[in-house]
Structures are given as C-alpha cells and as structure tokens.
C-alpha cells in the first residue's frame, strides 16, 4: 500500500485507465495515442496539470503532464498505490431497458460504485439483443463504464456482462418488487425487472423481495435506486 489517500484523486485535472503493464513504478505512464489526444486536444491539458492514472484493478499513481509543442507524456510523482479488492462487490442484475436509456444506467451505476451489471432477459422483456449484436454492444457499454470511471474517479473497473435469462440467475439475488421488505446490509446482489414487471415463474425462484416504495419507477431510475442503498449500506 501507499501512503497516499484516495481524496487527492479529487484534485487532478483528469484521470486515466490505462492498462496495468502501463502503470510502472516510476518514471513515464505509457499512454495510448488516443488517450494523449482526449488530455491534449480535449482536456487542454496545461504543463505541469496534475493527471491520476489506474489500471481499473485497485492501482493507481499521481502523475504530471509534461507538454512539449505538439505532444503531451505523463510523468509519475508518486509511487503507485495499491488497494486491495473489495471484500464484499455489489451486483446488480437489470433487465434492459429501452434506449439510450440503458447508456444512462450503466453511466449511473458505474459513478455511484457498483462492481458487475448483469443484463437480464426477462420474461416481459421488451428489449432482447440479438447473438449476433452481443459483442459490439458489450464492447460500447464498457467504454461507457470506463469514461464514467475516469469522470468518477473509481480505481476499480465496473464490468458490464453479456444478457442471460432472469431465471438462470434470480436465485442468487433479491428482487425489486412492491410488497417486499426494506432493503438492508448485506443485501448486495439486487435484481431489477423490466417496466412490464417479473413474472409469475421469476418471482418464484428469486431469493427474496425488497420494496423501493410507493411508486412506480422505470428499470433504469429503479436500477439507480437500489445501487444507492446497497452502497450505502455497505459503508
């Protein structure tokens, strides 16, 4: 471990994923093209700005961007700081729902701390991906994850994992559902339905019920929901 917190994350002009054998002890951060494009021509990053980098697996290190006429390097000013995983992730499962609406939930969870979204098929699913989307649609929903962890400034990588039908996997979670108990400790599996609801034979295996309250929230806002309970319930 380091002797650096992780509020200072908060201070630096951006922060970057990059991938771990990037991460050195010391010395130059090796950036992509990509990524010194976005700090350079669309951050405007200045020499001399503070720059935070992570590989998305618990390491991460300060750095300082070195600009020299038209290109832009990261220098290392700390030693890297390595967080040990979590002992306990929170999961949510969520049908998909329609739209860029989907992008909004998977940007929200990813900034409010969730580990792993899981996509369910549900039996009143009206969103279902097609075999042959699964992959390109995987792969732009992890770029999504990884910009709102670089906003977010998480050092573990939230994954986002390939749709499965609901009664494969509710036997592991608790559902939101009107009539079920409140939410609590230790709850951090949470599965959310689609807007037309679970069925008869979802609601059967599930391994148990929690109530969100009064009204009737879309997939993606419920989805929000139960990530902000579970994280706090786990503080």
């Known amino acids: 471990m380091g002797d650096l917190d992780r509020s200072v994350l908060r201070t630096t002009s951006a922060h970057v994923l990059v991938d771990t054998d990037r991460l050195g002890t010391g010395g ?50 700390a030693p890297v700081v390595i967080e040990p995983a979590p002992t306990r992730t929170i999961t949510i499962a969520a049908a998909i729902p329609k739209g860029d609406r989907l992008d909004w939930m998977v940007q929200k969870v990813t900034e409010l701390g969730v580990d792993r979204l899981i996509l369910l098929h549900a039996e009143h699913s009206v969103v279902r991906w097609k075999p042959d989307r699964v992959e390109h649609q995987l792969a732009r929903l992890q770029r999504i994850a990884d910009e709102a962890l670089r ?85």
């Open 28 to 77: 130059e951060v090796t950036i992509d093209g990509d990524t010194e494009h976005h700090l350079r021509r669309v951050l405007r990053l200045r020499d001399g700005d503070a720059v935070s980098v992570t590989d998305g697996e618990g390491r991460w290190c300060l750095s300082v961007a070195i600009v020299d006429g038209n290109s832009l390097r990261l220098e290392a000013t």
């Open 151 to 235: 906003q977010s400034r998480r050092v573990q990588r939230m994954t986002v994992d390939a749709p499965v039908a609901a009664t494969d996997v509710l036997a592991r979670f608790v559902v939101a559902e009107p009539g079920g108990r409140t939410i609590r400790g230790g709850d951090t599996a949470v599965a959310v339905g689609p807007e037309g609801g679970w069925s008869a034979s979802e609601l059967a295996v599930c391994r148990d019920r929690i109530d969100l309250g009064p009204t009737i929230l879309r997939t993606e806002t419920a989805a929000v929901a139960v990530s902000t309970l579970c994280v706090a319930s786990e503080r």
